[in-house]
Nanobody
Framework: QLLLVESGGGLVQPGGSLRLSCAAS????????IGWFRQAPGKEREGVSC????????TYADSVKGRFTISRDNARNTVMLQMNSLRPDDTGVYYC???????????????????WGQGTQVTVSS
């Protein structure tokens, strides 16, 4: 069974940090790109970052460049998102997702992905 399970969300003050994890199972992890998305209340889901299967190519939304870092550990079938200098507008539910086919280049477009985790809540507030 294909599964993506996010963890690591929580409440943090502005300027703080969180590290999200996405644990994958049920498919050959090292052949699929993985993306991180987020959805704030009342807003559409948006792409945050993505990584190619080896982790050697990554993409970031302009709003998170220089603050977020995506990485992956293919031995543990896990993708991480290190989030620093968090701001209130980073608040939302964060999802990881798998691209549709193996070796498909990742992107920040929702249509690139066909499997999603259940999400983890991130709240940035004082």
């Amino acid at each position: 069974q294909l599964l993506l399970v996010e963890s690591g969300g929580g409440l943090v003050q502005p300027g703080g940090s969180l590290r999200l994890s996405c644990a994958a199972s049920g498919f050959p992890f090292n052949t699929y790109g993985i993306g991180w998305f987020r959805q704030a209340p009342g807003k559409e889901r948006e792409g945050v970052s993505c990584s190619n299967p080896s982790g050697t190519s990554t993409t970031y939304a302009d709003s998170v460049k220089g603050r977020f870092t995506i990485s992956r550990d293919n031995a543990r079938n896990t993708v991480m998102l290190q989030m620093n200098s968090l701001r209130p507008d980073d608040t939302g539910v964060y999802y990881c997702a798998r691209v549709r086919t193996s070796w498909l280049p990742c992107s920040l477009q929702l249509a690139t992905y066909n499997y999603w985790g259940q999400g983890t809540q991130v709240t940035v507030s004082s």
